[in-house]
């Protein structure tokens, strides 16, 4: 149980085009969703924390007119990189929680995005 | 915010040989979990473990809360076992609303056949 998929996995874009990447839970409803970026061989970074129905809140730094997040359902959501641009290539990585008072998070594959 | 620390950043290891990786963290923690990075770049969940002991076939996982640490033991490694290593933690006291995962650095292993 507590399995967490990622679309796409991969994808190339060109510079000034817009990406959805959707984070879907599959067996279990999770009440927030977390958004994370990787760049080559460091650690991950917290982007976003999105709860279902609400606006999501976004980490200090990270431009929340660049990477829209919607936390539509109680199984999905979606990171929306606008006008990529190439410095915004890296690995994307959700992960999700069940439930309040429920601490441990499941982590998605991740999507790595190229813009070129 | 929480620190945290691993040790070591890099590890090499003959295949059969047994390895302990740490974890030091700055404050109280709710959530202490261990993380396998494969090659792919996913993240493999190894243990839940914000107190106590646990143990799941070679692995195994101590987190002695009162003294901020955990520790990861892997025995009788396999070239399988390659990656990266990381410690994530919620620092306490922000209930499950306003809280979030303190990755650390990572250890990478590589283990050699």
């Known amino acids: 149980g507590a399995v967490v998929s990622q679309h796409p996995s991969w994808v190339i874009c060109k510079s000034g085009t817009s990406v959805k990447i959707e984070c879907r839970s599959l067996?279990?409803?999770?009440?927030?969703m977390f958004w994370y970026r990787q760049f080559p061989k460091q650690s991950l970074m917290l982007m976003a924390t999105s709860n279902e129905g609400s606006k999501a809140t976004y980490e200090q730094g990270v431009e929340k007119d660049k990477f829209l997040i919607n936390h539509a359902s109680l199984t999905l959501s979606t990171l929306t990189v606008t006008s990529a641009h190439p410095e915004d290539s890296s690995f994307y990585i959700c992960?999700?929680?069940?439930?309040?008072?429920?601490?441990?998070?499941?982590f998605g594959p991740g999507t790595r995005l190229t813009v070129t | 915010g929480i620190q945290v620390e691993q040790s070591p950043p890099d590890l090499i290891l003959q295949e059969g040989a047994n390895s302990t990786l740490r974890c030091n963290f700055s404050d109280s923690v709710n959530n202490l979990q261990w993380f396998h990075q494969n090659p792919w770049g996913q993240l493999i969940n190894l243990f839940y473990?914000?107190?106590g002991t646990k143990q799941n076939g070679r692995l195994s996982a101590t987190t002695v809360a009162t003294e901020r640490y955990s520790l990861l033991y892997i025995s009788s490694s396999q070239t399988t076992d390659s990656g990266v290593y990381f410690c994530?933690?919620?620092?306490?006291?922000?209930?499950?609303?306003?809280?979030?995962?303190?990755f650390g650095e990572g250890t990478q292993l590589t283990v050699n056949p």
């Open positions: 473990i914000p107190s």
């Open positions: 067996d279990f409803q999770a009440t927030t």
């Open positions: 992960s999700a929680r069940r439930g309040q008072g429920l601490y441990e998070q499941y």
């Open positions: 994530a933690v919620e620092q306490s006291g922000w209930g499950t609303s306003g809280s979030r995962l303190t």
